[in-house]
C-alpha cells in the first residue's frame, strides 16, 4: 500500500472572486519529492498555504496526514516544516536562537532542541555563524536558515516554496545537494519553482501549474518524453532576417516555435534538421543544440515561458 | 489512501492548547539583549517625577486631592506619571513594535506555520506588554514608596491597577495596530495619546475645568486610570474606583477580541 501523506480533490482557493487555485487533484506518496512547477502567478503559494493550513480552503476536499486542515491544523503544522517564500526570520533573534524559539513552539524540551541545533547548523554549514545577527548573513546562508528552522522538529513533510528564487549559482548548487541529502535520507519534499532545472533535478514527480490549474503531470524524464521531442536547435538571427527565416521553416522540425529573440526548432534528429536548414539558405547568426528540458514542455502545453 | 503518522522525534500527542508563553520566552530571548530600552522605560516616569512632581512641586505646594484633602504636589502627580507610563510603554508595545514584525518582518507568517496559532500571538504579545509593565510599575512604587510620596499600604495595589492600565491600552493598541497600514498612520497615536496625557487629571485635578469640559474628560481611559492609582497610594479609597476598573477591564476586553479577531483575518487569508 502506499502511503499519500497528502490527498486534494477538487481543491479550491479564490480570493474574493478572483480564482487562485482552481480545483486542481494530487496525492503526494510518503518519501517522495514532489514538485509544482509554474510560473508567477500560477497559484503555488496558495496552494501551499493550505496544504499548511494558515489559509482557508475556499472549496474541494484536502487531507494532510489523513487529517482535516479546516479543524485539525495544529496537529497538521506539528508535523510539517515549512520554508516560506520569502524569509521570514525573527532578525531580534541569532541564527541559535531562531532555531531554538522555533523548536518551542513546536513544545520540544530545551534538552531535546539543543543537541538539534548543533546537528542543524552543521547541516545547514552554520556553526561557524552560530551566535550572529541573522541580518548581516547572505542571502544564501538565510535561505539555509530557514531550511535548518524547518527541520527542527524532525518534521514528516518539508514544504519549500521557491527555495533557490533570487540565489547565485553556487548557492543554489550547495542548497540543492542539502535538498539531495534530506530526500537520500528518506524526507518527503514538496517543492515550488518555476526553474526547470531545479524540478529537474529534485523532483521524482511533479505537476505543472498554470493560472491555478494542473495542466500536465508526471515524473520529469515523462513529461519530457510526452510533450517534446528529444532535442532542440535554437536559432539566432541578426537584425531583421528572423522573420524571413520563419516563412522558410515548414517541415523542418516536428514542431517550431517564434520567440521575441530566436527560434527554437524541436526535433527527434538534430542532424537531419541543421542539413535541412542549410539546404534551404538560412543561415542563423548563432546555432546552439540541447536536449529538450521542462520549459519547452511548458512552452509547449502553455505557449509561454515559464521565466519572463 | 491516507495511513497512519509515521514515527517521530517529537510525540504528535504533545499539543497543547495554549501556548501564548512561547511569544513571552521569545521576547524574553531578544530583550536581554536590550537591557537599555528595558531601563528607558524605567526611568523617563522617574525624571519625569523628578522635574514635574519635586520641581513644579516646591512652587505649587499642596493640591487638593481625591475627596479634597489638600497633599503635596509630587505624591499628587507621582500616581498619574505612573499610569501614563503604564499606557506609554503598553501602547508603543503593542503598536510600533507589533507593526514592524507584522508588515515588514513577517514574523508571524512564520509562526503561524508551527503549531502556535493567532490568538496564542495576540494574547502573546499583549501580555508581554503587560509583564514589562509590571516590572515598571513595581520600581516605580518601590521609588514613591522610597521617597515618602506614598500615603498607605494600599499604594502596591497601584501595581495590579497600572497593569490594568496598561491591559486597557495595549489591547486596543493591538488592535488599532492591525488598521494601520503605513508609518504615517502612527502620527494618530500620539495625536491621541498626548492630549489622554495631559488632559486626564495628570498635572492637575480636572475640577479647574468648567463642568462640561470635566464630563468630556471623564471619557479618557488614562483619567479612570489615573484616579484608580492616586486612591491607591494616597490611600484614599471609595466605590468609584470600582466603577475605573470597570471601564478599564471592558475596554481591555473589547481590544484584545477585536485584535483576536482582526489578527486572525489577516493572517490566514
Ligand atoms: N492574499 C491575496 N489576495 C488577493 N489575491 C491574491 C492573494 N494571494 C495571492 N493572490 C493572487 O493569486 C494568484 C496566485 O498567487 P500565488 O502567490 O499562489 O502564485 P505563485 O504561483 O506562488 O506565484 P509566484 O511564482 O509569483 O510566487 C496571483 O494572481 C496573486 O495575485
Ligand atoms: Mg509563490
Known sequence: MSENLVEARGLTKKFDDFVAVDAIDFDIKKGEAFGFLGPNGAGKTSTMKMITTVSPITDGKMTVFGLDPNTQGRAIRSRLGVVPQEDNLDLELTVAENLFIYGRYHDMKKSEINPRIDDLLDFAQLSERRDSRVEPLSGGMKRRLTIARALINDPDLIILDEPTTGLDPQARHLLWDRLYRLKRDGATLIITTHYMDEAEQLCDRLVVMDEGRIVAEGSPRQLIDEYAPREVIELRFQEGEKDGAALKLEGIANRSEILADRILLYTDDADTTQERLHNRGIHPEQVLVRRSTLEDVFLKLTGRRLID | ?269
Do not use: C
Open chain 2, 1 to 269: 489512501m491516507s495511513v497512519e503518522a509515521p514515527s517521530r522525534l517529537t510525540p504528535i500527542g504533545r499539543v497543547t492548547p495554549f501556548r501564548a508563553q512561547r511569544i513571552w520566552e521569545k521576547n524574553f530571548i531578544a530583550y536581554r539583549r536590550l537591557w537599555k530600552v528595558v531601563f528607558s522605560g524605567f526611568f523617563e516616569p522617574v525624571f519625569y517625577l523628578f522635574a514635574v512632581g519635586i520641581g513644579v512641586g516646591a512652587l505649587v505646594g499642596d493640591v487638593p486631592g481625591p475627596g479634597g484633602a489638600l497633599v503635596p504636589y509630587a505624591a499628587f502627580v507621582a500616581p498619574a506619571m505612573m499610569a501614563a507610563s503604564a499606557m506609554n510603554g503598553a501602547v508603543i508595545e503593542t503598536t510600533f513594535n507589533i507593526f514592524f514584525k507584522l508588515k515588514f518582518q513577517k514574523v508571524y507568517e512564520g509562526v503561524l506555520t508551527t503549531p502556535m496559532q493567532p490568538s496564542d500571538i495576540a494574547i502573546g504579545e499583549i501580555g508581554w506588554a503587560l509583564l514589562r509593565g509590571v516590572l515598571y510599575s513595581t520600581a516605580f512604587v518601590v521609588v514613591m514608596f522610597a521617597m515618602g510620596m506614598t500615603r498607605s499600604w494600599l499604594a502596591f495595589l497601584a501595581i495590579p491597577a497600572a497593569t490594568l492600565v496598561g491591559f486597557a491600552f495595549g489591547a486596543v493598541g493591538m488592535a488599532a495596530t492591525t488598521y494601520m497600514r503605513s508609518w504615517q498612520d502612527f502620527d494618530l497615536v500620539t495625536l491621541v495619546t498626548m492630549p489622554l496625557f495631559l488632559f486626564s487629571g495628570t498635572f492637575y485635578p480636572l475640577d479647574v475645568y468648567p463642568p462640561f469640559i470635566q464630563n468630556v474628560a471623564k471619557i479618557s481611559p488614562l483619567y479612570h486610570g489615573t484616579e484608580l492609582l492616586r486612591g491607591f497610594t494616597l490611600g484614599i479609597v471609595d466605590w468609584s474606583m470600582l466603577g475605573h476598573t470597570g471601564f478599564l477591564l471592558v475596554m481591555g476586553l473589547v481590544g484584545a477580541a477585536v485584535a483576536n479577531r482582526r489578527l486572525d483575518g489577516m493572517l490566514r487569508k
